[in-house]
C-alpha cells in the first residue's frame, strides 16, 4: 500500500497537470518579454543620444559652413579708399577745393599781451625824507605838464635844512661881495661850501630853484613846508595818499606816465624758438581797436610767474586810444623765406594706423586719400610733403570725405 501511494506520488510530479504546466510557460514568456522589452527599450534610448549627437554634428557643421562663409565674405569684401559726392551732398556738406600752391607765405604767431606804462618815460613822485601830506593839487587822471605842483608836504629834516640854508646864504653873500682877496681864501671857501651843500640837501629832498630862491628873502614860507612837482608831462595814474596822512620816505604817491607812447609786453611759450628783429612789426588789438607796434626789447630769462618769454614792443598813442593795465592781443608778422606747400589745418585727417591724409580730387566730385608728411606748423597752415603744386584738395570738409569713405556712402541728411 505504501508502495503503492510513492509510485502515485511520483508520477504526479512527472506528469503534471496541463494548466500548471500551461502556467509556468506562460510566466517564463513573460519574463522573456519583459526582457526583450528591456533591451528594446535600450535600444530606443540609445537610438535618441544617437539622434541628439548627429543633431550637434550638424549644428557644427552649418556652423564651420557659417564660418567659411563669413571667411569667404571678408576675403571677398574690399575697403572703400575712395569718396564719390555729387554737386548736392557737396553743397550740403559745405565741401571746399582748392588748388595746391607752392608760394611764399605770410603767416602770424599769436600771442596774450599787456599794455605798460613806458617806464623810460614814466615818474614815481614821492618824498625824499618822512613827511605829512598838507594839500593835494591833482587829481587822478589829470594831464599835467612839467614843473605843475602835484602835493605839499611837511617834513621837520626839510625845516632843518631850509633854516641852515638861510644861515648860509646872507654869510655866502657878504664873502662873495667883500671877495677872495679881502677875506682870504679859506674864509672863502668855507662860505663857498656852506652855500653849495644848503642848496644841495634841499634839491635832494625835492625842493627846486624856485622854492630854493624864495628863501633868499628873510621871513618869506614857513620852514619845513614844500611841494613836489611833476618832472615830465603826463597823466596822473596814481594817487595813493590821503591829506593828513604820515608817509615814510620813497613811498609812491603820484604816478606820471605820457601815454602818448606806450609798452606792450607779449608773452610767448617758453620753448618757442621764433626769432624777433629789433623793430619787427606786430599787429595789437585792443578792445576791439587794432594798431601796429614794433618790438625794442627781449627778455633773455623766462618770467619766473608765468613760465613765459616776454618780448616788449612799442605802440604810438596819439590819440590817448589805449591806457595801461589794458589786455591785448598780440600777432607778429612773418613770411616764408622759401615757397612751401602748405595746407589748412582742416585739410588734414588722421587715419586708424596713425599717418595724416589728404584727400586729392582725381575727378569733379570723386576723391582719394593720400598720405602725406607733416612739417613746420605756419600760423593755420602746415606744410606738408607727399604732394605736388597743381594738384586739387580737400580744403574744408575732410571729415565729410573720410565719413562716407568709412561708412560706405554719405547722406548729409542722415537718411
Given at each position: 500500500?505504501?508502495?503503492?501511494?510513492?509510485?502515485?506520488?511520483?508520477?504526479?510530479?512527472?506528469?503534471?497537470?496541463?494548466?500548471?504546466?500551461?502556467?509556468?510557460?506562460?510566466?517564463?514568456?513573460?519574463?522573456?518579454?519583459?526582457?526583450?522589452?528591456?533591451?528594446?527599450?535600450?535600444?530606443?534610448?540609445?537610438?535618441?543620444?544617437?539622434?541628439?549627437?548627429?543633431?550637434?554634428?550638424?549644428?557644427?557643421?552649418?556652423?564651420?559652413?557659417?564660418?567659411?562663409?563669413?571667411?569667404?565674405?571678408?576675403?571677398?569684401?574690399?575697403?572703400?579708399?575712395?569718396a564719390s559726392i555729387n554737386a548736392k551732398q557737396k553743397e550740403l556738406a559745405g565741401i571746399e577745393v582748392a588748388t595746391l600752391e607752392s608760394k611764399r607765405v605770410d603767416y602770424e604767431i599769436y600771442a596774450p599781451g599787456e599794455l605798460l606804462t613806458n617806464g623810460y618815460t614814466s615818474y614815481h613822485v614821492s618824498p625824499r625824507v618822512?613827511?605829512?601830506?598838507?594839500?593835494?593839487?591833482?587829481?587822478?587822471?589829470?594831464?599835467?605838464?612839467?614843473?605843475?605842483?602835484?602835493?605839499?608836504?611837511?617834513?621837520?629834516?626839510?625845516?632843518?635844512?631850509?633854516?641852515?640854508?638861510?644861515?648860509?646864504?646872507?654869510?655866502?653873500?657878504?664873502?662873495?661881495?667883500?671877495?677872495?682877496?679881502?677875506?682870504?681864501?679859506?674864509?672863502?671857501?668855507?662860505?663857498?661850501?656852506?652855500?653849495?651843500?644848503?642848496?644841495?640837501?634841499?634839491?635832494?629832498?625835492?625842493?627846486?630853484?624856485?622854492?630854493?630862491?624864495?628863501?633868499?628873502?628873510?621871513?618869506?614860507?614857513?620852514?619845513?613846508?614844500?611841494?613836489?612837482?611833476?618832472?615830465?608831462?603826463?597823466?596822473?595814474?596814481?594817487?595813493?595818499?590821503?591829506?593828513?596822512?604820515?608817509?615814510?620816505?620813497?613811498?609812491?604817491?603820484?604816478?606820471?606816465?605820457?601815454?602818448?607812447?606806450?609798452?606792450?609786453?607779449?608773452?610767448?611759450?617758453?620753448?618757442?624758438?621764433?626769432?624777433?628783429?629789433?623793430?619787427?612789426?606786430?599787429?595789437?588789438?585792443?578792445?576791439?581797436?587794432?594798431?601796429?607796434?614794433?618790438?625794442?626789447?627781449?627778455?633773455?630769462?623766462?618770467?619766473?610767474?608765468?613760465?613765459?618769454?616776454?618780448?616788449?614792443?612799442?605802440?604810438?598813442?596819439?590819440?590817448?586810444?589805449?591806457?595801461?593795465?589794458?589786455?591785448?592781443?598780440?600777432?607778429?608778422?612773418?613770411?616764408?623765406?622759401?615757397?612751401?606747400?602748405?595746407?589748412?589745418?582742416?585739410?588734414?585727417?588722421?587715419?586708424?594706423?596713425?599717418?595724416?591724409?589728404?584727400?586729392?580730387?582725381?575727378?569733379?566730385?570723386?576723391?582719394?586719400?593720400?598720405?602725406?608728411?607733416?612739417?613746420?606748423?605756419?600760423?593755420?597752415?602746415?606744410?606738408?610733403?607727399?604732394?605736388?603744386?597743381?594738384?586739387?584738395?580737400?580744403?574744408?570738409?575732410?571729415?565729410?570725405?573720410?565719413?562716407?569713405?568709412?561708412?560706405?556712402?554719405?547722406?548729409?541728411?542722415?537718411?
Amino acid at each position: 500500500m505504501k508502495k503503492t501511494l510513492i509510485s502515485v506520488f511520483v508520477l504526479t510530479l512527472f506528469i503534471a497537470p496541463p494548466s500548471l504546466v500551461q502556467a509556468e510557460e506562460d510566466a517564463h514568456n513573460e519574463a522573456g518579454h519583459d526582457h526583450a522589452a528591456g533591451g528594446d527599450d535600450h535600444r530606443e534610448g540609445t537610438g535618441e543620444e544617437d539622434e541628439h549627437e548627429g543633431g550637434h554634428a550638424e549644428e557644427r557643421e552649418h556652423e564651420e559652413e557659417g564660418h567659411g562663409h563669413e571667411e569667404e565674405s571678408d576675403g571677398g569684401h574690399e575697403e572703400a579708399t575712395s569718396a564719390s559726392i555729387n554737386a548736392k551732398q557737396k553743397e550740403l556738406a559745405g565741401i571746399e577745393v582748392a588748388t595746391l600752391e607752392s608760394k611764399r607765405v605770410d603767416y602770424e604767431i599769436y600771442a596774450p599781451g599787456e599794455l605798460l606804462t613806458n617806464g623810460y618815460t614814466s615818474y614815481h613822485v614821492s618824498p625824499r625824507v618822512a613827511s605829512v601830506v598838507l594839500r593835494r593839487h591833482v587829481e587822478l587822471g589829470e594831464h599835467v605838464t612839467k614843473g605843475q605842483p602835484l602835493v605839499t608836504l611837511f617834513s621837520e629834516t626839510v625845516a632843518q635844512a631850509q633854516a641852515d640854508y638861510r644861515k648860509a646864504f646872507p654869510e655866502w653873500e657878504r664873502i662873495s661881495g667883500l671877495g677872495r682877496s679881502v677875506v682870504g681864501d679859506q674864509r672863502f671857501n668855507t662860505a663857498k661850501a656852506n652855500i653849495e651843500a644848503a642848496r644841495a640837501t634841499l634839491l635832494a629832498y625835492g625842493l627846486n630853484d624856485d622854492d630854493i630862491g624864495a628863501l633868499k628873502a628873510s621871513g618869506v614860507g614857513s620852514l619845513g613846508e614844500y611841494t613836489l612837482r611833476a618832472r615830465v608831462d603826463g597823466a596822473v595814474l596814481t594817487d595813493e595818499f590821503e591829506q593828513g596822512q604820515r608817509v615814510e620816505a620813497g613811498q609812491p604817491l603820484v604816478t606820471l606816465a605820457n601815454e602818448s607812447e606806450l609798452w606792450v609786453e607779449a608773452h610767448l611759450p617758453a620753448n618757442s624758438d621764433i626769432v624777433l628783429k629789433q623793430g619787427a612789426e606786430a599787429e595789437v588789438r585792443v578792445a576791439g581797436r587794432v594798431a601796429v607796434a614794433t618790438v625794442s626789447q627781449e627778455a633773455h630769462t623766462i618770467d619766473a610767474v608765468t613760465r613765459t618769454r616776454i618780448v616788449r614792443l612799442e605802440l604810438d598813442n596819439p590819440e590817448d586810444r589805449f591806457h595801461p593795465g589794458m589786455f591785448a592781443d598780440v600777432y607778429f608778422l612773418f613770411k616764408t623765406k622759401e615757397p612751401v606747400l602748405a595746407v589748412p589745418e582742416s585739410a588734414l585727417m588722421r587715419r586708424a594706423d596713425g599717418d595724416w591724409t589728404v584727400y586729392v580730387e582725381e575727378a569733379e566730385g570723386e576723391y582719394e586719400p593720400v598720405e602725406v608728411e607733416l612739417g613746420r606748423s605756419i600760423g593755420g597752415l602746415r606744410e606738408i610733403s607727399g604732394l605736388t603744386a597743381g594738384q586739387r584738395i580737400v580744403s574744408r570738409g575732410a571729415f565729410f570725405v573720410a565719413s562716407e569713405i568709412a561708412k560706405g556712402g554719405f547722406d548729409p541728411h542722415n537718411h
